[in-house]
Nanobody, 115 residues
């Protein structure tokens, strides 16, 4: 069973930056697609950004130019750099790993944006 552990969250002011990291417990990380999702209260979880095992990236239109995803296969980690955060950005982010038809999720990490 793959475990995903997120870190780096916390309160940030509008316009501020934060870097989230997610560490995977298993080496299948290297052959899996990984990504970050976010969720607002009462709404569905939505893709923020993802990166395939070969390094191809996909990013939601609403975060282009603000958020950047990267992966480190040597450390089994995927990171999300959040810049120019807005109060309307959902404050819960989830790490995701997709291997074949199986999805794994982290527990979620809080990133409240408030002054």
């Amino acid at each position: 069973q793959v475990q995903l552990v997120e870190s780096g969250g916390g309160l940030v002011q509008p316009g501020g930056s934060l870097r989230l990291s997610c560490a995977a417990s298993e080496s299948i990380f290297k052959i899996a697609a990984v990504g970050w999702y976010r969720q607002a209260p009462g709404k569905q979880r939505e893709l923020v950004a993802a990166v395939t095992r070969r390094g191809s990236k996909d990013c939601a239109d609403f975060v282009k130019g603000r958020f950047t995803i990267s992966r480190d296969n040597a450390k089994n980690t995927v990171s999300l750099q959040l810049n120019s955060l807005k109060p309307e950005d959902p404050d819960v982010y989830y790490c995701n790993l997709e291997q074949g038809h199986t999805l794994y999720w982290g527990q979620g990490i809080q990133v409240p944006v408030s002054s």
